[in-house]
């Protein structure tokens, strides 16, 4: 069965750092293209950043930029790594992912995770 699994997600204080997990089963992300995306109450779902399999090229959304890092831990893991966790950054967030390699936009959704950056 294709699916997407994340993990990782919880509560942290201002200023911490959470790194979400996305596991794929049933295929290889080689070809892929994987993106984190969030989703706010009350908001549209935002794609943050993508990794393109067969470059490894990253492009983020500029609120994250300097604080996320994607990146394809093997062919079937892809992380996101987010320090210096604001606020705003309180969402359900989603591993994505699209066989391609140029448009990033996901054909395949995870489940989503919560992450919550509160005192």
């Known amino acids: 069965q294709v699916q997407l699994v994340e993990s990782g997600g919880g509560l942290v204080e201002p200023g911490g750092s959470l790194r979400l997990s996305c596991r794929a089963s049933?295929?290889?992300?080689?070809?892929?293209?994987m993106s984190w995306s969030r989703q706010a109450p009350g908001k549209e779902r935002v794609l943050v950043a993508f990794i393109v399999g067969v470059s490894g090229e990253t492009r983020y959304v500029d609120s994250v930029k300097g604080r996320f890092l994607i990146s394809r831990d093997n062919a079937t893991m892809t992380s996101l790594q987010m320090n210096s966790l604001k606020p705003e950054d309180t969402a359900v967030y989603y591993c994505?992912?699209?066989?391609?390699?140029?448009?990033?936009?996901?054909?395949?959704w995870g489940q989503g995770i919560q992450v919550t950056v509160s005192s």
């Open positions: 049933g295929f290889t992300t080689n070809n892929y293209i």
């Open positions: 994505g992912a699209r066989h391609s390699t140029s448009n990033y936009l996901p054909d395949l």
